[in-house]
């Protein structure tokens, strides 16, 4: 493997949350740009899960938070200031086939801006009705994700202070792609804490996907998919027309997304992907 070097009309009923104007009250002590909110979400199978969502507008990211209906915890946190967006999965263990008590994976990709409201548009989120169950308007496509970087746990704060937190379970298992490392070290990123993953057919022209290997400590392709079920994407905004007959925007709510999402990565043993076995 080689290091990769330095390189005012009503809102419509669709507005489920409401952009309030003053800022988001937050418990005494904590930072004033802090804020959470927890909502109700229909996943795509049909199950019911509480979500929760919080922003941090002086560190400028946002985080998301959501179990799956098999005990799973996703979460994702979008860093605006590093053009960064981590996703983590704690997963848990089948101990009688060997595994510890739960597995974590760390994914990390270029963060676009139009994927999620910026993080100041997240604090000030109120519910009209908190126990309302909600579903998406818009789902956006699948992304595939081929995963062939690994990043050294103990340097990923050069690339986000965040990564320390979220992965720490996952120091192992945090991936991300070369054409994203590319880009974060156009931006001046240290390239020391990446490191190229075996992939085909450059590498290892016989690498097979896990659920097609027998031997449980053979390297294979490891294959993981979620589902964010619900998440504000875009912004809305209203018109209204002043006395004077000019027409001005404001913001009135906004408009949430569905999004799946598929990483395949490389693992030095199939049984560090025991789960591709059901897939």
Wanted: proline fraction near 6%.
């Amino acid at each position: 493997m080689r290091s990769l070097g330095r390189r005012v009309p009503h809102p419509p009923q669709l507005l489920l949350l409401l952009l309030l104007i003053p800022g988001l009250q937050t418990p005494a002590g904590a930072s004033s740009g802090v804020s959470e909110l927890k909502v109700r979400v229909r996943l795509p199978d049909g199950q019911v899960t509480e979500e929760s969502l919080q922003a941090d507008s002086d560190a400028d990211c946002i985080s998301l938070e959501l179990h799956k209906t098999d005990g799973t915890l996703i979460s994702f946190t979008a860093d605006f200031k590093r053009d960064v967006k981590i996703f983590r999965a704690l997963i848990l263990g089948e101990l009688e086939k060997g595994q510890s008590q739960f597995q974590a994976l760390c994914f990390i990709t270029r963060l676009h801006r139009n994927e999620i409201i910026p993080s100041d548009a997240m604090a000030k989120l109120r519910q009209k009705n908190p126990r309302a169950v909600r579903q998406a308007e818009e789902v956006r496509g699948l992304e595939q994700l081929h995963m062939d970087v690994a990043v050294n746990f103990s340097k990923a704060a050069w690339l986000s202070p965040h990564i320390h937190n979220v992965c720490a379970e996952a120091r192992e298992a945090i991936y991300t792609r070369e054409e994203d490392v590319k880009f974060w070290l156009d931006r001046g990123v240290d390239g020391s804490m990446f490191e190229m993953l075996p992939s085909p057919p450059a590498d290892l022209s016989s690498l097979r996907r896990c659920r097609l290997v027998g031997d449980r400590w053979k390297p294979c392709l490891c294959h993981y998919g979620f589902n964010l079920a619900w998440y504000p994407c875009l912004l809305k905004y209203c018109h209204s027309r002043e006395p004077s007959g000019r027409l001005t925007s404001y913001k009135c709510g906004i408009r949430s997304c569905q999004k799946s999402y598929n990483f395949d990565y490389y693992v030095p043993q199939k049984q560090l992907c025991l789960w591709d076995e059901d897939a």
